[in-house]
């Protein structure tokens, strides 16, 4: 079996900081609570960040093309995903009279077409993700100036942020795999059961006793028609399989990009908080280790903002490129979700067997979870920056001198501007917006039925 290989990264951007001068060099910090860490190559740190961080589901649902077997797999998925759409919308052309098997149908399309339009996205994408799985795989931000039990809240976060975002990933990978699972056995079984897998193809062209009913551009004789359905499933199991990947590629990859800025955030709101303890820790030990005492403690005030200014700065490099990611395809989930929850809800309450309802239950339930993803993490990328804003607002910095109230004025400032995660610049995702995705699907739902009825 051939090796599934990593893809090599491009340099990432560096950020090139000016260095403020001061009148005596400034002193050197060694590490609080002896917690010392190994900053790897750019080439390496990618890999560790692409590797922790759901990587793999990006090869499997087709995003990365970095070898023959990937760019076969893309182009596979690519052709097979067109030209089975161009057999569903024959479907459906065929299922204008049935609306239970023509909503049926159109499900499969939207989901289809979708999925086609987010792996086409995700090639002007790839750089940004690059630069993130980068600064992933080393530690995010090393504080220079801080005392030990800021040291040790910042281990404490990190390691908290770290497991709650490979708990949530487990969960959310395990359920579709389970949407997978009753896709590509549960169906087939109950088919071969009921002896649907062995009926002959319709006269209109339409081939059922598989998970999804397709019509076929061709006649198929009825001494080969199970030769054609395993064919045919095998191929729809292989689509499931990509589009599931792909999915968890785009879902997950949010959650760890998501819940990683999250935490760095709350480091950043804790720093800048106790921005004169940390000072006054620094200076202390400055005192202690025997360096040049000309330096000030109002300049380890100064140090100390700056300090946390370098951190907020590396978060928004990362917050903006989480941005770039989703832009677009945040449109594609919104948009296809209305319609994929509205038509799963119709096939629900429609007359298919009670299987396939279970199926639909669980698509249902899957596709709420897709856009909660991603508009929950939208909303809390913004509250956690403005939670910054008023964590250096509450910290003691309007009994220092002059320099450092204007440091803080400006920060301030800064921290105003929101970070809002949009569906291509026209909805902001935030749980709002879900709120209004969830009724849009089921004021479609409710008209579709009347029309039903």
Not at 199 to 206: D, L
Not at 353 to 372: D, G, R
Not at 426 to 443: E, G, H, M, Y
Request: glycine share 4%.
């Amino acid at each position: 079996m051939s090796k599934i290989v990593l893809p090599k990264i491009t340099k990432p951007r560096q950020r090139h900081h000016v260095k403020k001068s001061v009148k005596k060099s400034s002193p050197k910090f060694e590490p609080s609570n002896g917690d010392e860490e190994v900053f790897l190559s750019a080439e390496a740190a990618y890999q560790k960040g692409f590797a922790e961080n759901q990587g793999l589901f990006m090869l499997l649902g087709a995003f990365y093309r970095n070898s023959a077997i990937s760019w076969i797999h893309f182009l596979t998925f690519l052709l097979s995903a067109s030209f089975l759409s161009a057999l569903f919308f024959q479907t459906a052309f065929l299922f204008k009279d049935n609306l239970a098997r023509l909503y049926e149908t159109l499900h499969w399309i939207v989901i289809i077409v979708g999925m086609i339009v987010q792996v086409l996205v995700y090639t002007s994408v790839k750089s940004p993700y690059d630069r993130i799985f980068t600064k992933f795989g080393n530690t995010l931000y090393k504080y220079e100036i801080t005392d030990d039990e800021t040291a040790s809240e910042i281990n404490r976060l990190r390691k908290r942020g770290d497991w709650e975002k490979s708990l949530i990933c487990k969960v959310f990978t395990g359920m579709l795999y389970s949407l997978s699972v009753c896709f590509g056995l549960f169906l087939p079984v109950i088919d071969i059961i009921t002896g649907e897998f062995f009926t002959p193809q319709q006269s209109n062209g339409i081939l059922t006793g598989i998970p999804c009913i397709i019509w076929v551009p061709y006649t198929i004789d009825p001494n080969s028609v199970i030769i054609a359905r395993v064919i045919i499933l095998v191929w729809q199991m292989y689509m499931g399989f990509t589009i599931i990947n792909s999915i968890i590629a785009l879902e997950t990859t949010a959650i760890c990009i998501g819940h990683r800025l999250f935490f760095e955030f709350q480091i950043l709101a804790k720093t800048l908080n106790r921005f004169e303890i940390r000072a006054q820790a620094a200076f202390k030990k400055s005192i202690e280790n025997g360096n040049e005492t000309s330096i000030s403690q109002d300049d380890f005030y100064c140090l100390s903002l700056r300090d946390s200014v370098k951190h907020h700065h590396t978060l928004l490099e990362i917050a903006g490129d989480y941005m770039a990611i989703f832009f677009y395809p945040e449109v594609v989930v919104l948009v296809g979700s209305i319609f994929v929850i509205c038509l799963s809800a119709l096939s629900i309450v429609s007359d298919i067997p009670l299987m396939a309802k279970a199926v639909f239950i669980v698509f249902t339930l899957s596709e709420l979870a897709n856009v909660f993803v991603l508009c929950y993490y939208g909303q809390i990328l913004n509250d956690a920056h403005e939670m910054v804003d008023l964590a250096l607002y509450d910290s003691n910095w309007t009994n220092h001198i002059r320099q450092v109230r204007h440091h803080v004025i400006i920060m301030s400032h800064r921290l105003r501007i929101p970070l809002t995660l949009t569906a291509a610049g026209f909805v902001p995702a935030n749980l709002i917006t879900f709120t209004q995705v969830v009724k849009s699907a089921f004021s479609y739902f409710n008209i579709l039925q009347a029309l039903k009825s």
